[in-house]
């Protein structure tokens, strides 16, 4: 069993990287890929437990993982990169910037929301995201200590979502840019759960072809909350376009609880051959 989608505290998951992956050995996956958003920050210390199981019966190979924002007019474009060079300067100056602007946009929704009579409390609010990447997740989760919603789902649906009160835009790069710059620091690029993009079939297949012309390596076909018909169209893209068909689970830990690392809502199966065909891609002009 493999998961190539998963997020730890360094962004908007709860578990540590070591903690991920010592519940990888415990659930049979034996490939993990660590993709937290727009921050690499984690990938040293999940590589390290990674090969401090090597040699176990319950060895999990670590693969290098970045989930990155890119910028569309419709839906939301998240692009996955894979088996890079965390230390490529491009790739870091990139991911700063979107974090710059991350932070920025956190100013501005947590002035809205105060006009709103939710003054949140911002020491409560940093000690929610740790030391992970603060975003709206956890805006949602500080709303919920402070009574103003119920739940972060309530957070969303009526403030943080676009086009509610409290949201506001942030800088992400050109997709082109995010596909270039994995490339240069030797990974694969993959388009995340594309239904994301809420798009028609035929507009998603001209996407992935634009999206293949700037060097897109895969795309995530296997993904908890693709029916199986959505999974099979998107396998057929990724044979139509000779990209990988890659899928994870997007665990998150306690934030869906509903979600299991490497088996998304229990029927979650990604071919443990994606591994080896994304080694293949890495690295190529």
């Known amino acids: 069993m493999i998961d190539l989608h998963v997020h730890s505290c360094f962004s ?19 490939a993990l890929a660590l993709t937290d958003h727009d921050t690499t920050q984690g990938l040293k210390p999940f590589l390290a437990a990674c090969r401090a199981t090597s040699g176990t019966p319950a060895a999990v190979e670590g693969l290098t993982g ?5 910028d569309v007019p419709h839906g939301s474009m998240h692009i996955l990169g894979y088996l890079f060079d965390p230390e490529s300067q491009p790739l870091q100056r990139m991911l700063e910037r979107i974090r710059t602007g991350r932070d920025e946009r956190n100013l501005i929704i947590l002035r809205q929301l105060r006009a709103l009579g939710m003054a949140l409390d911002e020491d409560a609010l940093h000690r929610i995201a740790g030391e992970g990447v603060l975003g709206r997740p956890h805006i949602a989760q ?42 240069e620091a030797g990974g694969v690029p993959v388009l995340a759960h594309p239904v994301s993009l809420k798009v028609t079939r035929s507009r998603l297949v001209t996407i992935v072809e634009e999206l293949v012309r700037h060097g897109l390596g895969g795309i995530e076909a296997y993904y908890p909350e693709h029916a199986p018909d959505v ?55």
């Open 142 to 183: 500080a709303m919920v200590a402070q009574g103003f919603v119920t739940s972060t789902s309530q957070a969303f649906s009526r403030f943080l979502a676009r086009g509610k009160p409290g949201y506001a835009e942030r800088y992400r790069p050109q997709p082109e840019e995010a596909l270039r710059t994995v490339r």
């Open 66 to 70: 970045v989930e990155i924002s890119a």
């Open 12 to 30: 908007d998951g709860d578990l540590t990287p070591e903690d991920l992956v010592q519940l990888a050995a415990r659930s049979e996956v034996s």
């Open 231 to 285: 999974t099979a169209d998107l396998v057929n893209t990724a044979r139509m376009f000779g990209i990988v068909a890659t899928g994870g689970s997007d665990f998150h830990g306690q934030g869906n609880p509903l979600i299991r690392l490497g088996r998304g809502f229990g029927a979650l199966v990604v071919p443990i051959e994606a591994v080896e065909q994304l080694r293949r891609r890495a690295g190529t002009p």
